[in-house]
């Protein structure tokens, strides 16, 4: 058996603070859900991959403040809103020099409004609870390209575009650290009553085959990472088992419902039993108390794998 170790805040280098890569607990009420992650490239100034909604702000905040810190650069894997949806808020506090966001992800990011009318039509109270993103200043906003490598003092950072959960998804290899941020490429890795879990994130509308080919793009890259850091929840390792196993679930969960669509079963609580019988991270999160759980990383991610099929996208 691998180890697993999640790491809340590490420090790579005990002697030096601008190595510090820390992970910030978002959620009150709801905790290990939604992660932050701030890098230091000076002793006061940061990196902030994927600053979460704006209902968490405060919290962020609040952290960033009791460390004397000044976010600097802000990169969002996506711009769906419990990832990015406070980087304008911080922009509006902070003298942020850049916000790097995939290309196909700026427009929103400059004016939200058709973000959050999608977003409220697809997540439905859940976009409440993560709030109305506030749009960011373009010239601030910075476009990589794919495979790019951008340098801050001692960081590097290379930016992967890795489609299929969303067009506007990128994953960013840290170096020398050899952390791989996935954003919702990965899926999401959870502690669920002592259990650790991982699911995807696959709501409509996915991409499969584009999913798939992500995942073996980061997994091709090299130097070869160590952690993996999904947004939902930590950083962890050992990164090639665990984005393996995500791997054949992903492809499970494909077959196991492409089937049972085949045999004419449509329901998604029917489907989601079957699924369970094959998967036990499925059962743990149905299991779970916490109905967003359900609702947000088994039954939405399903309703998005039941659209591709009908699609065509798979096999």
């Not at 290990?32 to 962020?60: C, H, M, Q």
């Not at 976009?127 to 951008?150: S, W």
């Not at 073996?216 to 088992?241: C, D, Q, V």
Request: charged content about 25%.
């Amino acid at each position: 058996m691998f180890e697993l170790e999640l790491l809340r805040a590490i420090k790579m280098d005990k002697d030096h603070e601008n190595e510090r890569v820390s992970v910030v607990d978002l959620l009150n009420k709801l905790p290990g859900i939604i992660s932050a992650f701030v890098i230091n490239i000076t002793k006061k100034d940061v990196i902030i991959i994927d600053p979460g909604p704006s209902s968490s702000y405060e919290r962020l905040k609040d952290w960033i403040e009791s460390r004397d810190l000044k976010p600097k650069y802000i990169i969002v894997t996506h711009i769906h809103i419990d990832h990015a949806g406070s980087t304008g808020l911080i922009c509006k506090d902070y003298p942020v020099e850049k916000v790097f966001v995939h290309p196909r992800g700026k427009k929103h990011l400059i004016n939200p409004s058709k973000l959050w009318t999608a977003s409220r039509e697809v997540l439905g109270p859940v976009a409440e609870l993560y709030g109305n993103p506030e749009p960011v200043p373009e010239n601030i906003i910075f476009t990589p390209k794919d495979m790019e490598e951008i340098s801050f003092n001692n960081k590097t950072f290379k930016f992967i575009f890795t489609p299929g959960h969303a067009s506007h998804h990128m994953s960013i290899l840290l170096l020398p650290n050899k952390v791989m941020f996935t954003g919702d490429s990965a899926g999401v890795i959870l502690d669920i009553e002592n259990k650790l879990i991982q699911a995807p994130t696959t709501p409509p509308i996915f991409k499969p085959k584009l999913y798939l080919e992500s995942i073996n793009k980061m997994t091709s890259i090299n130097p070869k990472p160590l952690f993996i850091a999904p947004t939902h929840f930590g950083m962890r390792k050992p990164f090639y088992e665990l984005i393996e196993k995500h791997r054949n679930q992903v492809i499970r969960w494909l077959e196991t419902v492409s089937r049972t669509i085949e045999r004419g079963v449509e329901d998604v609580n029917e489907i989601i039993e079957i699924l369970a019988k094959k998967d036990t991270d499925v059962k743990t999160i149905m299991q779970s108390k916490t109905d967003f759980l359900k609702k947000e990383f088994v039954i939405n991610s399903i309703l998005g794998v039941i659209d591709a099929i009908k699609r065509g996208e798979w096999p």
